[in-house]
């Protein structure tokens, strides 16, 4: 026998053999799939959003029939599709925290400066290469409404000085304006924190002030008024994790800039110590895409 034809029927003989052991695995190794997986991924929503915490509407199917998750765990169902599931699962619908998205962002025209005028793509995404946008505060919200076009539930109005409003009773917490969000501006946050920053600058003082009314300063009188639930990183406040209780409402009093906030029922309030600020006026240029 040639030497050729050998290693043919060689390479043959073992890929049958081969074949024949994946047989057997596939056979002996399977897991069967819950009969009723199909049917409880067509009561779901479809949109792979994954804030269930699960990658998708598939995913968190599985966690349902495995008993990992709950109905109400999935915030873009309604409250009939959610008891539908519960329904179909024999289970109840449970309780999930509600999450909503916010911005960490309060420098509109009328309080942040900009430096030039930016003419170009009307998308952040485009104006964040361009010389942010002509803005002066490189951590600042670009006010193009990125995160509005990309939410589908109606959640996000752009405010006529330039700033996303996010609509709390309308909000899925699906995450999409966080991805859309090219400085980073949007986080999921539970409801019912009431303390938020509208602020992503990371520098500190009162030089600050130069490019926004409403910067955060870093002078912590929030975090000495409430040192249980806030605590200093990037010299910004940000809430404690696993801090019990409702924190004083005092803690946003002593902000002068009104850079720190309660909400309640998706409004902002404000600090009785906070400055109404002037409208900015300065000279620009203008920037091209």
């Not at 924190?193 to 992503?200: D, E, G, H, S, Y």
Request: with cysteine.
């Amino acid at each position: 026998m040639s030497g050729p034809l050998a290693a043919s029927l060689a390479l043959a003989a073992l890929a049958v053999l081969l074949s024949g052991i994946l047989l057997l695995a596939g056979r002996f190794l399977r897991v069967d799939e819950d009969k009723r997986l199909e049917k409880l991924v067509s009561l779901l929503p479809g949109i792979n959003c994954g804030a269930c915490g699960q990658p998708g509407c598939r995913s968190f199917a599985q966690a349902l029939l495995s008993g990992e998750a709950v109905p109400a765990a999935c915030s873009v169902s309604s409250e009939q599709a959610r008891q539908r599931i519960a329904d179909f699962l024999g289970v109840a619908v449970g309780e999930a925290e509600r999450r909503v998205a916010r911005l960490a962002c309060a420098g509109d025209r009328n309080t942040a400066r900009f430096l030039a005028d930016y003419e170009g793509e009307p998308s952040c995404a485009a104006a964040s290469v361009v010389d942010d946008g002509g803005k002066a505060c490189a951590w600042g919200c670009l006010g193009l409404g990125d995160c509005e076009r990309s939410c589908d539930f109606d959640a996000i109005d752009m405010s006529p000085s330039g700033l996303p409003v996010v609509n709390e009773a309308n909000c899925t917490a699906c995450g999409d304006c966080v991805r859309a969000c090219p400085k980073d501006l949007f986080s999921i946050v539970p409801e019912q924190q009431p303390l938020w920053v509208a602020c992503n600058n990371p520098l500190e003082g009162n030089d600050l002030l130069e490019t926004c009314k409403v910067a955060c300063t870093a002078c912590e009188r929030c975090v000495r008024d409430a040192p249980d639930w806030l605590t200093l990183k990037r010299n910004l406040p940000v809430p404690i994790e696993g801090a019990r209780g409702t924190p004083p409402r005092k803690a946003i009093d002593r902000c002068p800039t009104g850079a720190i906030v309660w909400m309640e029922n998706g409004r902002a309030h404000l600090g009785a110590s906070a400055r109404l600020p002037l409208v900015l006026r300065s000279s620009r240029q203008t920037v091209h895409q």
